[in-house]
Nanobody, 120 residues
Framework: QVTLVESGGGVVQPGGSLRLSCVASGSILTINSMAWYRQTPGWQRELVAYITNGGTANYATSVEGRFTISMDKTKHTTDLQMNNLMPEDTAVYYC??????????????WGQGTQVTVSS
């Protein structure tokens, strides 16, 4: 079993920055990839950023150039640096990870979410 815990959310003014962190714990030998999603009430959860253990990163068009995702393969953590935040970025942000298991193959896990509010 693997548990993901996010932190770093909060309230920030437009143009400000936040750094979200996620740590994975439990039965982990390695992590194939980690990602950040976000969800606003009434909207489908959307992918924000994704990174493989090889360092390849992908971003949603709406955040590319403003957000940067990173992963520490040893510490089993991922960070999302969010710069030039806009009110449209307001959402609950969720950490996601693909973790291989010897018998069950790759399993997908979710964190509990952390609230990000961008408002003046």
């Amino acid at each position: 079993q693997v548990t993901l815990v996010e932190s770093g959310g909060g309230v920030v003014q437009p143009g400000g920055s936040l750094r979200l962190s996620c740590v994975a714990s439990g039965s982990i030998l390695t992590i194939n990839s980690m990602a950040w999603y976000r969800q606003t009430p009434g909207w489908q959860r959307e992918l924000v950023a994704y990174i493989t253990n090889g360092g390849t990163a992908n971003y949603a068009t709406s955040v590319e150039g403003r957000f940067t995702i990173s992963m520490d393969k040893t510490k089993h953590t991922t960070d999302l640096q969010m710069n030039n935040l806009m009110p449209e970025d307001t959402a609950v942000y969720y950490c996601n990870a693909d973790v291989p298991a010897p018998l069950a193959g790759v399993k997908n896990y979710w964190g509990q979410g952390t609230q990000v509010t961008v408002s003046s």
